[in-house]
């Protein structure tokens, strides 16, 4: 479970196998200035297996400065997915608040129906390659923002949506050699259409409160 002390109360997890992935070799940053807390952690890429992103609020989150909410922007391998809104501490007040990202979804066509496509986990192949990275490749980004929640908005933007089902990434390993994953998404399977609302920055706020970042490795690899 993913935590920054600066920050209580609020929690990232990885899943995968019905089980919370380890998080290894974990690196905190306070943040300064314009900067946030930041945790950066390591957990294994179970072989091809579907995994989710866990987000919990319990009531020990400081709400302090008044009427304000909770937004959690997520990428996944540098793309933009669907985040979740906490719309604010009466949420809390009744047991933690614990949502799950479980993939990409978009509209199917004309049909008024949507489809989500599940994360999962790539299989890491070996290769000589002397490509370079890309540094958000091979990670999962959480960025939680204090918001001001407003009205219900219309269609959804379409996060991700005519991006291809797979793509290439690779990972230098110190060897000089280079980890290659192809990161696809499963089957895709209806999904009930989302809802979106209308975010403002809270007032006096920069930034995120908190950024949380996973680099997936194969086992071999971490």
């Known amino acids: 479970m993913a935590i920054l002390d600066e920050v209580r109360g609020i929690s990232v997890t990885i899943q995968a196998t019905d089980k919370e992935l380890e998080e290894l070799g974990a690196q905190r940053h306070p943040g300064q200035g314009k900067s946030c807390p930041t945790l950066t952690t390591y957990a294994e890429a179970v072989h091809s297996a ?6 919990t609020v319990n009531d020990t989150y400081a709400w302090g ?5 909770l ?12 985040g979740r809104i906490l719309e604010g501490r ?26 989500e496509k599940r994360f999962k986990f790539p299989r890491a192949e070996e ?13 999962i980004q959480v960025k939680v923002c204090r918001v001001k929640v407003g009205q219900p908005l219309g269609e959804p ?13 690779s990972e230098k390993s110190p060897k000089g050699r280079a980890i290659s994953h192809v990161t696809p998404y499963s089957e895709a399977r209806s999904f009930r ?19 949380f970042q996973f680099r997936y490795r194969s086992r071999g690899h971490l």
Request: charged share 25%; glycine share 14%; proline share 11%.
């Open 127 to 139: 290769e000589e390659t002397g490509a370079s990275t890309t540094d958000e490749l091979g990670m």
């Open 50 to 55: 579907e995994f989710a992103i866990r987000l």
């Open 193 to 211: 259409p989302p809802s979106t609302r209308h975010l403002e920055p809270h007032p006096g706020d920069t930034g995120p409160i908190a950024n």
């Open 90 to 115: 009466r949420i809390t007040s009744c047991g933690p608040w614990d949502k799950s990202i479980r993939g990409q979804c978009e509209p199917d066509g004309g049909s008024g129906q949507w489809l």
């Open 71 to 82: 937004a959690f922007f997520v990428k996944a391998d540098g793309k933009r997915v669907r």
């Open 65 to 69: 400065l008044p009427h304000h909410g």
């Open 157 to 169: 933007p379409l996060y991700g949506a005519g991006e291809p089902d797979s793509f290439e990434l």
